[in-house]
């Protein structure tokens, strides 16, 4: 764990040559990019055993001195970085080799790896942060990295403007965070998260003012995280190569924000009022993002609203004490949906579209990428048995154990539409009739399956680690020697299990009921199974029913929240920059070249200053 | 006075002045005598070899006690030694980019000029830096400032440049006349033009009626000066000058005359208005006069960042674009002036520098890309990095460090001046926060060059060459940038070792 520094170093080596030598290397970068995030993630691997027979190691210099204030650089090995470390490095690792088949061919295909290094760096440097300015730095360095990333298709319009409004909509939030850490040091007298923590249990840090710099850092990660209202930038960023998605927008990036307030959890635990502003936020967002899911059409945009739905789960678990269950969702999150990422990524380049109206029948031809991704949604769903399946019910235990009974409710719902539009997603590209145009579909190489089988494996795996059943091992180690944390698991009651997979299973099925349907024909069913003829007699009044409540409910929820969307959210925003380039309109047109001008307002200048101290402070007193 | 006085000054403290004097007077002889068709360029690389030597001799007497000649008015303390320090450095930097100057019409026939009166302002800066009387103080200024003047309309035959000149010429006079007459406030006050004699006299005055017509005098020489810092209200000459002059004129005016304001606003405010007492009675004559009129300075850096940034929001020309940012930046340094914490010194001086580093450098890579052909407008940096990947990088360095952007010196320097502003009793939170929303509204101006670089097609895919002058420039002002982001303290701990805290400014 001492030389733990050097696994940021290994992607920044990987971004550092291959700016210099990419152009020649071509395609062999991937290689190097590999090679450097795969010793990485290696490293990490070995930094996390040690971690799990040693105590937390922290090592510290001072990097600047200010008056009399020192500020430390270091890095901080404990549970949670230890384990976001191994996150981080493995799905990167996963989507540099992905990427070397999707991005082939493309012209800039080492700028894009060079830029995978940098984003790689600046995650793993955020994770093993020792100090709030530390965090902040590469707070920073992430957003810039991104911002590279998702505009990597500079030449589409939309790439990039979806890159600034990215960059520009996670700044926002960044403003609070930062002003959040300086209120927080003018109170603390210092930056590191223990002497933080130290203050505000001793109590030397009012009430009010905890409150205050909690959700100040808590808008910082509402930007980062696409929680409501600064979400709008994370569906717009798809417009950014698929294996980006899958690497920002799944595992890292995204993960940021949820990761910030995990590592200042004790400061939120201090305040009731901070943590109710998370968890509601979180719930929000949750079932917000879900509902506007429901009806889009492009692949991408529905794994990137489930994305905001589900980063909103792990908000409203932070927000209800649940720490051990918001990380776990974060892991096991990471892992479905960098596969559900992926895998659409390798549909779409197969069948060149992003539209799923467009899409069917894909099952047949693509043998391994239909089952991974039913995997990924069968997870994400909550379905018994599957990774996604074990934290959604920590989160909702959580939410249940500490009394937000509205919020739980809301996060049930917010179950039942996830497992409703994947499913919905699943059938209507996989079932169904292949269309005539897309006879020439072919299963992706190797270099691209085998990353989704990692993460496939992982998706199914992953849950065991943290279960009522088999022990909670992952949650007693996240809060082993730290109390302020809480507990390693909440006992919750047996129904909330039952009731979660009831509602999953019953997205599923009216799922199954609306779009998979059309691939089985009436005979084969009537003929074989009687019982199901029965229900399948009322499919229409199920359909009907469906379309007649649910569907125009929410469609008129997911309008609403579209219109607030875009004309609330982005009026202000628009409103901002309209007074911002107004005052620049006139600013440019005082200056009109007219020297006199120039000359009189210096003049004027002093006069008014004069006029004004003889009034206030000066002889007329 | 005798020639025995004379000898017995001890006349080495102006070792580095000499320096630059005796370069520049070789300079112009040899420029006079030499054939047409003598290349000049030589003279530029002499002029180089000779700030280099000044600053070595800077550094040879960086250990010496605060001492003063010619009865007090040149002061060599470690205020003037740490400004110094900047001046040449950014000089030597200018000069490197001026080396490789070749403006399309070509300027064989004054190349010689162009040189050497870079080393006179930079002589006049110095002085500026160092002058204990209000007289040797005024001259530095004059000989900076006519330098600047010439050097604006250095291309004769260049429309822009001469309209550039003249607006200088003129706002010059009318900010000369400014400062010059609240100055006469000062010694009709205090019966001196020393300003070391000054403190005592006003320390103990006692008329209120003194002490006003004083604060007129601050206002007056503070706007006054505010045309050299190009804050507002006299910041309007800026743009239009920036654009006509020369780039590394653009350059030294940026940086070299900037620093030497800052030097020159701060010896002033400090000796003078600090040793002041703002009233006759009670609270008051406790407080100085010069934390009194805190809140007009803050008002002043408040209106300069909006000014300057929300402007440059506007502007297509990058140099008329720099010009806004060199103001917003000026709002900045006078955002630690109004805070005057105990570490005001160590703020301005850090982000003087890590300012002289990434616009220095940034006007090189504008100078390289505007070339012979005055073309000027941002879509010239249109894909650059597909170009010239380097080049393109270097410029984000800079880019990236006038944007504050954790990791480089311009963060740092912020960083600085934003605590300071927060850790005085009482704090500036308001100017603070105008701080912070300002440097966000500048991130849209300083990224749309990013995006060009980078995003943007190349509309050509011409080779670049970058002389050899220039190389060296942006390698050093981009390993400066980065240095000083990363590893701050080796900047802090010169500073401590050597400047023991600039306690002797006022002994």
Redo the contacts between chains.
């Keep these: 764990m001492e030389n733990a520094w050097i696994i940021p170093l290994f992607p920044l080596l990987s971004f550092l040559f291959l700016?210099?030598f990419g152009?020649r290397l071509k395609e062999t970068s991937a290689y190097i990019g590999m090679l450097f995030t795969l010793l990485s993630f290696i490293y990490s691997l070995v930094v996390l055993f040690d971690r799990f027979s040693n105590p937390t190691y922290k090592a510290e210099a001072?990097?600047?001195?200010?008056?009399d204030?020192q500020l430390t650089a270091g890095f901080e090995i404990n549970q949670l970085n230890a384990l976001m470390l191994v996150i981080v490095s493995l799905v990167s690792f996963l989507v540099h080799t992905y990427s070397k088949g999707y991005m082939h061919g493309d012209d800039r295909f080492h700028v894009f790896y060079a830029y995978l290094g940098l984003f790689t760096f600046a995650m793993l440097g955020l994770v093993i942060s020792p100090n709030l300015l530390q965090t902040?730095?590469f707070w920073?360095?992430v957003g810039?990295g991104s911002f590279?990333l998702i505009?990597f298709y500079?030449?589409k319009e939309e790439a990039?403007a979806a890159a600034?409004k990215a960059?520009i909509m996670t700044?926002i939030g960044d403003?609070g965070l930062?002003?959040g850490m300086?209120l927080l040091f003018?109170q603390v007298g210092s930056f590191e998260y223990d002497e933080i923590f130290q203050a505000v249990e001793a109590g030397s840090v009012s009430a009010g003012m905890v409150t205050l710099t909690a959700i100040l850092i808590f808008v910082g990660a509402v930007g980062k995280s696409g929680q409501f209202p600064l979400h709008t930038w994370l569906p717009d960023a798809m417009e950014g190569p698929t294996p980006v998605s899958a690497l920002i927008h799944a595992a890292t990036m995204v993960a940021a924000g949820v990761y910030l307030v995990a590592a200042l959890f004790p400061l939120f635990t201090a305040s009731e009022t901070a943590l109710m502003v998370v968890a509601i936020i979180g719930a929000v967002t949750a079932i917000f993002a879900a509902s506007i899911g429901l009806v889009q059409k492009d692949i991408k945009r529905v794994l990137a609203y489930s994305t905001v739905s589900q980063l909103g789960y792990m908000m409203l678990a932070l927000g209800s004490a649940g720490y051990v269950a918001g990380v776990f969702h974060l892991m096991t999150h990471a892992f479905f949906k960098a596969l559900l990422f992926l895998a659409a990524g390798s549909v779409i380049h197969a069948v060149h579209t992003q539209n799923i109206e467009e899409m069917g029948g894909l099952w047949k031809k693509l043998r391994i990428t239909g089952p991974l991704f039913l995997i990924g949604t069968l997870a994400i769903s909550g379905v018994p048995l599957f990774s996604g399946f074990f934290s959604k019910d920590e989160i909702l235990i959580a939410a249940w154990a500490h009394g937000n009974t509205v919020l739980f409710w809301l996060a049930v719902i917010a179950a039942f539409f996830t497992a409703f539009y994947m499913f919905r997603l699943f059938f209507m590209v996989f079932s169904g009739n292949a269309r005539s145009e897309m006879k020439n579909v072919h299963e992706s190489p190797s270099v691209m399956t085998f990353p989704m089988i990692v993460l496939g494996i992982l998706a199914v795996v992953a849950g065991y680690v943290n279960t009522p059943w088999f022990g909670t091992f992952l949650g007693d180690w996240l809060v082993d020697g730290n109390e302020a944390l809480g507990h390693g698991h909440i006992e919750g009651p047996a129904w909330i299990m039952i009731v979660a997979t009831v509602v999953s299973l019953l997205g599923i099925f009216l799922a199954w009921m609306m779009y998979g349907k059309r691939s089985i024909s009436r005979d084969w069913l009537s003929s074989r199974m009687p019982i199901v003829y029965g229900i399948l007699y009322n499919k229409y009044y199920i359909d009907e029913f469906y379309q007649l409540s649910v569907v125009n409910a929410t469609k008129f929820f997911s309008y609403l929240f579209h219109y607030i969307e875009k004309f609330l959210v982005e009026g202000i925003v628009k409103g901002i920059t309209g007074v911002?380039?107004g005052?620049?309109?006139i600013?440019?047109k005082?200056?009109s070249?007219q020297?006199q001008?120039?000359?009189a307002?210096?003049?004027?200048?002093?006069a008014l200053?004069?006029v004004?101290?003889a009034i206030t402070?000066?002889?007329l007193k | 006075m005798d020639l025995e006085t004379l000898l017995s000054y001890d006349w080495g403290v102006m070792a580095p002045e000499f320096i630059i004097l005796g370069v520049a007077t070789i300079l112009s002889i040899v420029d006079l005598f030499a054939p047409k068709h003598f290349n000049r360029r030589i003279l530029g690389w002499i002029g180089l070899a000779g700030i280099l030597a000044a600053l070595a001799s800077l550094f040879n007497l960086a250990g010496l006690e605060a001492t003063s000649i010619l009865y007090e008015t040149f002061r060599l303390d470690s205020f003037a030694k740490a400004f110094k320090i900047l001046l040449l450095i950014g000089s030597a930097l200018v000069m490197l980019i001026a080396i490789s100057y070749e403006p399309k019409e070509g300027m064989q026939e004054y190349k010689g000029e162009f040189y050497y009166l870079f080393l006179t302002g930079l002589l006049g800066a110095m002085m500026m830096s160092s002058s204990g009387d209000l007289i040797t103080l005024f001259v530095g200024l004059e000989l900076l400032t006519i330098s600047s003047w010439i050097l604006a309309g250095i291309r004769k035959k260049h429309l822009p440049s001469n309209e550039s000149a003249m607006k200088y010429v003129v706002n010059g006079g009318i900010s000369t006349a400014i400062t010059l007459f609240g100055m006469s406030y000062v010694y009709g006050i205090t019966g001196t033009t020393n300003l070391m004699e000054m403190g005592p006299t006003l320390a103990q005055l006692a008329n209120s009626q003194y002490l006003y017509i004083l604060a007129l005098s601050f206002f007056m020489i503070f706007i006054g000066l505010s045309f050299k810092l190009a804050t507002a209200p006299f910041h309007m000459w800026a743009p239009d000058v920036y654009q006509g002059a020369a780039t590394p004129v653009t350059a030294f005016l940026s940086v070299v005359s900037k620093t030497a304001g800052f030097a020159l606003l701060v010896r002033i405010i400090i000796v003078v208005y600090l040793s002041t007492p703002a009233g006759t009675s009670g609270l008051s004559a406790m407080t100085p006069l010069l934390v009194s009129l805190q809140d007009y300075i803050a008002f002043l850096a408040g209106a300069t960042m909006i000014i300057g940034n929300v402007v440059a929001l506007r502007q297509r020309n990058i140099k008329r674009l720099f010009a806004y940012s060199s103001i917003a930046h000026a709002g900045y340094l006078l955002v630690a002036v109004t805070a005057l914490s105990a570490f005001m010194f160590d703020a301005l001086w850090f982000y003087l520098g890590a300012y002289l580093f990434m616009n220095v450098g940034a006007f090189a890579v504008i100078q390289i890309m505007t070339g012979s052909s005055d073309r000027e407008d941002i879509g010239e940096f249109a894909g650059l990095y597909k170009r010239s990947p380097i080049l393109a990088v270097s410029m984000a360095v800079f880019i990236l460090s006038l944007a504050g952007i954790p990791g480089t010196a311009g963060f740092i320097g912020k960083l600085n001046i934003f605590m300071g502003a927060l850790i005085t009793e009482p704090a500036h939170y308001v100017l603070a926060a105008v701080m912070i929303a300002t440097t966000v509204v500048s991130y849209f101006y300083y990224f749309g060059i990013l995006t060009q670089m980078f995003f943007r097609p190349a509309a050509s895919m011409e080779k670049i060459n970058i002389p050899i002058g220039l190389v060296i420039a942006i390698i050093i002002s981009v390993a400066a940038t980065i240095l000083f982001g990363i590893l701050p303290n080796i900047g802090f701990d010169f500073l401590h070792t050597n400047f023991n805290g600039f306690v002797d400014l006022l002994q």
């Excluded at chain 1, 001072?62 to 008056?67: A, E, N, Q, R, V």
Aim: proline content about 0%; aromatic content about 18%.
């Design positions: 700016l210099l152009k001072t990097w600047l001195t200010i008056g204030v902040y730095i920073e360095l810039a590279l505009g500079f030449y990039k600034k960059f700044r403003v930062l002003i300086i003018w911002v380039q005052l620049g309109r600013g440019s005082i200056q070249g020297i001008g120039y000359g307002m210096a003049f004027v200048g002093l200053l004069l004004i101290f402070g000066g002889y």
